[in-house]
C-alpha cells in the first residue's frame, strides 16, 4: 500500500501543506447574518453590476481569488494549479470567473462539496511534490442556482419547510508547502452515498449519511476520537441533515454532539432570515471556511477543525426524471499545530 | 429485537425516517392565507367588474376586460419585483387566479431575458405555465366532444 495511506480513504499528509490565506466575498444577506463581520467583502446587490446572475458569480470568483493572491503577497506565477469548481453547468461561474488566470486548471464538480474536495486534491498534489502553491476555490450565486435548479425568482411560489436558500459568495485558499500553517494534516474522500432520497427539497436528509459515512471513516482510518478535535463541522446540511448526521455518528459510538456544527446553520439566522432548512451551495462551506473557521483558527479559538463539506450529486433532469440523489462529502483536518 | 442502526436501514425505511425528521408545511396556517389573499384577488376582480358595469358596458364585454385587467395587474406586479411576494405569503390563493397565470408566464420571461428574445424569452416563457395550457386545452377539448356527443 502506498505509504501515505491510512485505512481504506484517508492520506496522511507527510509534509503537511499551510493554507498562507483565504478570501471571501458574500452577498447582502450573508452580510446580514450573524457571520458577517467575518467575511472581506459584502456586495450590496446580487448583480454586481453585472447584466447576467452568471457573469455577477464570475466576478466574484475572480475578485475572490485576486484577493487569496493578495493577501498571501504571491502573484499568479507563484501558482503552480488551481483546482475550482462551482454548480452551474459545465462549471461557467469559475471558469469564466479565472480565464484571465494563466494558471494551470483543475476544473472539479462536487457539487457543494467542492471547497473540501478541492483542498483534499491540493493538498495531496502538493504533499506529493508536484507543486508549491496550489489554489483552491469555489462560489455559488442564489439566483444563477434558482434559475438553472429551481423556478424564476418572480415565481410566486412557496418554499417547502425543508427546503434551503443558496448562498451568494465566493471563498477559496492558497496552499503552500511553505508557511508556519494552519496545515492540512489529514484528507479523508469520501465515496457516493444514496440511501434512495428523491426529494430535490431536502437534500439536507439525502446528504447526511455520506457526510456520517465519511466522518466515521476518517475516525476508523486515523484512530482519532471525536475530542481530538475542536470543531466537527458539516458543509450544508442544514437542520434535518445535521440532526440524521449526527444521530447516525453518534450511534456507532462516536459522541460529536458537543463539537458538530454546520455551515449551513452558522451563516445565516434561521429565525430572523426565513431561510428554512438553512443555508446551502459550494459558497456556504467556502466562505464559512474561509472566513470564520480560518480566522478563529488563526486567532486560536480552534486548534483542530475537521472541515466536511457535503454535495448532493444531483442535476434537473435527473431529479425529473424521478432518481434518487446520490451524495458526496470530503473531509479535511486543518491544525494550527503539527503534532 | 434491539433496534435498528441507522445505517442498516433499507431505502423506504430511510425515507420514512427523513420525513419523520423534516418539519411540515403549516396545512391550516397556509390555507386560511391562501383563503385570504385568493379572496383579497376576486374582490379587486369584482371590484373592476362592477365600475365597468356601471359604465354601461355588456357582460361579455365586462369579463373579458376584467380578465385583460386582472392580468395586466398580475404582470407589473410581476414586474415590480412584489408578486413573489404575495405569493410566498399567499401560495395556491395568489397562484390559482388569473393574476397567478400572469405571474407565471411573466417571471420566466424576464428570468431568461438575458438568453435573448428567441432562445430565452421566446422559448422559456411557458416553462412554469406549459403545462397548464397543454392539459387546460386537452381537457376543454375531451369536455367539448363529450358535450357534442351527450347533447
Redesign the interface.
Given at each position: 500500500m502506498a505509504d501515505k495511506r491510512l485505512g481504506k480513504q484517508t492520506v496522511k499528509l507527510q509534509n503537511p501543506p499551510s493554507i498562507v490565506s483565504t478570501a471571501c466575498i458574500v452577498g447582502p444577506k450573508e452580510g446580514a447574518g450573524p457571520l458577517g463581520e467575518y467575511f472581506d467583502m459584502v456586495i450590496d446587490d446580487e448583480l454586481w453590476g453585472e447584466?447576467?446572475?452568471?457573469k455577477a458569480e464570475s466576478k466574484i470568483v475572480k475578485e475572490t481569488y485576486l484577493r487569496i493572491l493578495n493577501k498571501a503577497s504571491a502573484t499568479p506565477f507563484d501558482v503552480n494549479y488551481i483546482v475550482a469548481g462551482d454548480l452551474l453547468n459545465q462549471c461557467i461561474a469559475s471558469t469564466f470567473g479565472l480565464r484571465g488566470s494563466s494558471v494551470s486548471h483543475f476544473g472539479i464538480y462536487g457539487a457543494c462539496s467542492t471547497m473540501s474536495e478541492s483542498m483534499n486534491i491540493g493538498a495531496m498534489l502538493i504533499d506529493g511534490g508536484f507543486a508549491d502553491n496550489v489554489l483552491c476555490i469555489t462560489s455559488s450565486h442564489f439566483c444563477s442556482a434558482e434559475?438553472q435548479f429551481r423556478?424564476?425568482?418572480?415565481?410566486?411560489?412557496?418554499?417547502?419547510?425543508?427546503s434551503q436558500w443558496t448562498v451568494i459568495g465566493s471563498g477559496g485558499a492558497l496552499l503552500s508547502n511553505k508557511g508556519a500553517g494552519p496545515y492540512i494534516t489529514h484528507v479523508t474522500t469520501g465515496k457516493i452515498v444514496d440511501?434512495?432520497?428523491t426529494d430535490a427539497n431536502?437534500m439536507g436528509?439525502a446528504m447526511?449519511?455520506a457526510a456520517?459515512?465519511t466522518i466515521l471513516c476518517h475516525f476508523k482510518d486515523t484512530g482519532f476520537a471525536p475530542e481530538y478535535y475542536d470543531l466537527i463541522v458539516t458543509g450544508d446540511l442544514g437542520i434535518?441533515g445535521k440532526?440524521?448526521c449526527e444521530?447516525?455518528v453518534n450511534?456507532?459510538g462516536f459522541s460529536i454532539s458537543d463539537r458538530f456544527n454546520d455551515c449551513g446553520l452558522m451563516i445565516f439566522d434561521k429565525k430572523r432570515q426565513d431561510v428554512h432548512?438553512g443555508a446551502s451551495g459550494c459558497g456556504c462551506s467556502a466562505v464559512v471556511f474561509a472566513g470564520y473557521i480560518y480566522k478563529e483558527i488563526m486567532k486560536g479559538t480552534f486548534r483542530k477543525v475537521l472541515l466536511v463539506s457535503t454535495g448532493a450529486l444531483l442535476s434537473p433532469t435527473s431529479s425529473q426524471q424521478n432518481e434518487?440523489i446520490p451524495s458526496i462529502a470530503h473531509a479535511v483536518t486543518i491544525s494550527n499545530t503539527l503534532e | 429485537m434491539a433496534k435498528k442502526m441507522l445505517k442498516d436501514l433499507k431505502p423506504a425505511e430511510y425515507r420514512n425516517y427523513v420525513e419523520s425528521k423534516s418539519p411540515k408545511s403549516k396545512l391550516l396556517t397556509n390555507v386560511f392565507r391562501a383563503f385570504l389573499i385568493g379572496g383579497l384577488i376576486c374582490v379587486v376582480g369584482q371590484f373592476i367588474t362592477n365600475a365597468l358595469k356601471s359604465r354601461g358596458y355588456d357582460s361579455d364585454t365586462v369579463g373579458a376586460l376584467t380578465s385583460v385587467i386582472m392580468i395586466f395587474i398580475g404582470a407589473l406586479l410581476t414586474g415590480l419585483n412584489i408578486y413573489d411576494e404575495i405569493g410566498k405569503y399567499g401560495g395556491a390563493g395568489s397562484a390559482v387566479p388569473i393574476t397567478g397565470f400572469a405571474n407565471s408566464i411573466v417571471s420566466p420571461a424576464l428570468e431568461f431575458k438575458s438568453e435573448g428574445y428567441i432562445m430565452g424569452v421566446g422559448a422559456k416563457m411557458f416553462v412554469v405555465a406549459g403545462p397548464v395550457l397543454v392539459y387546460g386545452i386537452s381537457a376543454s377539448i375531451v369536455a367539448g366532444i363529450l358535450y357534442y356527443l351527450l347533447k
Open positions: 447584466k447576467t446572475w452568471e434559475k423556478f424564476p425568482l418572480e415565481l410566486g411560489n412557496q418554499r417547502p419547510p425543508t440511501m434512495g432520497i431536502n436528509g447526511a449519511p456520517a459515512d434535518i440532526t440524521i444521530e447516525m450511534e456507532q432548512a434518487s | -
